[in-house]
């Protein structure tokens, strides 16, 4: 299983970013997708996630009404809609999949049994 991740950058206080990732190697509609991410000199943290089915989504607090998670299936791609982004929103994001099927996303890492390469998204004040 690979997961391609894509889409960071520099914005600007109050702007937006789409972040893509791209997994292969299995049927993605079984298995639950988040995304993470780390700012330097913090753990790693949950972001947002689904079920592999995507019916329902998962948000940490500090992204609800400002992220939105959804995927699409049929690409085997899980996207990350970031509006009205923060300058603490900087930080490398990472897509990573469970590890078992149908279960339900979870906030601590060692759920995830395969992770992107990261992405950058700083944001500028």
């Known amino acids: 299983v690979q997961l391609q991740a894509s889409g960071g950058g520099l914005v600007q206080a109050g702007g937006s970013l789409r972040l893509s990732c791209q997994s292969s190697?299995?049927?993605?509609?079984?298995?639950?997708t988040a995304w993470f991410r780390q700012a330097p000199g913090k753990e790693r943290e949950f972001v947002a996630g689904?079920?592999?089915?995507?019916?329902?989504?998962y948000y940490a607090d500090s992204v609800k009404g400002r992220f939105t998670f959804s995927r699409d299936n049929t690409k085997n791609t899980v996207f990350l809609q970031m509006d009205h982004l923060k300058p603490e929103d900087t930080a490398v994001y990472y897509c990573?999949?469970?590890?078992?099927?149908?279960?339900?996303?979870?906030?601590?890492?060692?759920?995830?049994?395969?992770w992107g390469q990261g992405t950058q998204v700083t944001v500028s004040s």
């Open positions: 689904s079920r592999g089915s995507g019916q329902i989504t």
């Open positions: 190697g299995r049927a993605s509609s079984r298995y639950a």
């Open positions: 990573a999949a469970h590890g078992l099927a149908f279960r339900r996303p979870t906030i601590t890492t060692t759920s995830y049994f395969y």
